[in-house]
């Protein structure tokens, strides 16, 4: 399991200047959200994508969380005993375009791998192909997905002053989506920091918090949100999707999908994958029945099960 690695931080200056909102229109067919969780893609190469997750989302627009920076030229992961130093290839952001992903997380523990100077160029990098990048040195992402207006945070869950920046934050859109990466070792139960941060967002107004960083999932749930008789849709953990590094096992992962509105979101589905390890394509898994035991025994929500997949 990748050791914590501490993110570097910004001055407030840099922070501005690259944290402005930019509304990106996205592919969707209909105002539909699809999440997947960990994802770093390495050297890139003839890699297996998500090509079969896409076929079964309808026209949903992607979101991921991009584990380690974008780098010039070939990316690469390195392991020093317990030390992870990731970094994607410089077609990362493309590549990933081109797997219906329109948006990346990247605040975690290893956007500044390459140096202090990676998460500026992740950023760059991720606008330049059409990625809109979020948390972080690029701060609130916006787009508009079907019509409807999404803004995107991200952050880690120990975070210092995480109350004040959501509060900050969370204050427009028609859907607010929060994006939390967790540091530490597997565990298919919330941590303490984690439960804190959940709580924390939906308090500020979120309408959908998704989990990632412990690459393994974890349970979902329906909670009162701040909207007047509305709910927040949550992810306790996503798993991992597409990982090319020995430092992660997990293959049991999940995609949610989210119907929007401009009033909140609508009906959110698990669909259990089995992740894509070394260059293998992510795809439905073979038996979605496991993952969807397990997310019962978990607690949360409660799944209607229809065609390998959980509603909630």
Same mark, same amino acid.
């Given at each position: 399991?990748?050791?914590?690695?501490?993110?570097?931080?910004?001055?407030?200056?840099?922070?501005?200047?690259?944290?402005?909102? &930019?509304?990106?229109?996205?592919?969707?067919?209909?105002?539909?959200?699809? @999440?997947?969780?960990?994802?770093?893609?390495?050297?890139?190469?003839?890699?297996?994508? %998500?090509?079969? $997750?896409?076929? $079964? #989302?309808?026209?949903?627009?992607?979101?991921?969380?991009?584990?380690?920076?974008? %780098?010039?030229?070939?990316?690469?992961?390195?392991?020093?005993?317990?030390? &992870?130093?990731?970094?994607?290839?410089?077609?990362?952001?493309?590549?990933?375009? /081109?797997?219906? #992903? &329109?948006?990346?997380?990247?605040?975690?523990? +290893?956007?500044?791998? !390459?140096?202090?100077?990676?998460?500026?160029?992740? %950023?760059?990098?991720?606008?330049?192909?059409?990625?809109?990048?979020?948390?972080?040195?690029?701060?609130?992402?916006?787009?508009?997905?079907?019509?409807?207006?999404?803004?995107?945070?991200?952050? =880690?869950?120990?975070? !210092?002053?995480?109350?004040?920046?959501?509060?900050?934050?969370?204050? =427009?859109?028609?859907?607010?989506?929060? *994006?939390? +990466?967790?540091?530490?070792g597997p565990s298919y139960l919330p941590t303490p920091a984690l439960t804190r941060a959940v709580d924390l967002a939906v308090a500020s107004g979120a309408d959908i918090v998704v989990a990632h960083g412990t +690459? &393994?999932?974890? !349970?979902? =749930?329906?909670?009162?949100?701040?909207? !007047?008789?509305?709910?927040?849709?949550?992810?306790?953990?996503?798993?991992?999707?597409?990982?090319?590094?020995?430092?992660? $096992?997990?293959?049991?992962?999940?995609?949610?999908?989210?119907?929007?509105?401009?009033?909140?979101? /609508?009906?959110? =589905?698990?669909?259990?994958?089995?992740?894509?390890?070394?260059?293998?394509?992510?795809?439905?898994?073979?038996?979605?029945?496991? $993952?969807?035991?397990?997310?019962?025994?978990?607690?949360?929500? +409660?799944?209607?099960? *229809?065609?390998?997949?959980?509603? @909630?």
């Amino acid at each position: 399991m990748m050791a914590a690695l501490a993110l570097l931080g910004c001055g407030r200056e840099e922070a501005a200047t690259l944290a402005a909102p &930019v509304a990106v229109a996205t592919p969707a067919v209909e105002p539909a959200l699809w @999440f997947g969780g960990d994802v770093f893609v390495g050297a890139l190469g003839d890699r297996g994508g %998500v090509e079969d $997750i896409v076929a $079964i #989302v309808g026209g949903a627009a992607g979101i991921v969380n991009l584990e380690g920076a974008v %780098v010039a030229g070939a990316g690469e992961a390195r392991i020093d005993g317990t030390t &992870v130093w990731l970094a994607n290839a410089e077609g990362t952001p493309a590549w990933l375009r /081109g797997q219906g #992903v &329109v948006a990346a997380s990247v605040a975690n523990n +290893h956007a500044s791998d !390459p140096g202090p100077d990676a998460p500026a160029g992740t %950023v760059a990098r991720l606008r330049a192909a059409g990625v809109a990048p979020f948390g972080g040195v690029a701060g609130v992402a916006r787009l508009d997905v079907g019509g409807v207006d999404v803004r995107l945070v991200s952050h =880690e869950v120990e975070e !210092p002053g995480l109350a004040e920046a959501l509060a900050a934050e969370l204050v =427009e859109g028609d859907i607010r989506v929060v *994006s939390l +990466h967790v540091n530490g070792g597997p565990s298919y139960l919330p941590t303490p920091a984690l439960t804190r941060a959940v709580d924390l967002a939906v308090a500020s107004g979120a309408d959908i918090v998704v989990a990632h960083g412990t +690459h &393994v999932v974890g !349970p979902v =749930e329906r909670r009162v949100s701040t909207r !007047p008789g509305g709910e927040a849709v949550i992810a306790w953990g996503l798993g991992n999707l597409l990982f090319d590094c020995a430092c992660t $096992i997990y293959d049991e992962g999940m995609v949610v999908r989210v119907a929007l509105g401009r009033d909140g979101p /609508g009906v959110a =589905e698990v669909l259990p994958v089995r992740a894509g390890l070394g260059t293998d394509r992510a795809r439905i898994a073979p038996d979605p029945a496991g $993952i969807l035991d397990l997310l019962d025994a978990l607690g949360g929500a +409660h799944l209607t099960r *229809s065609g390998g997949r959980g509603r @909630f």
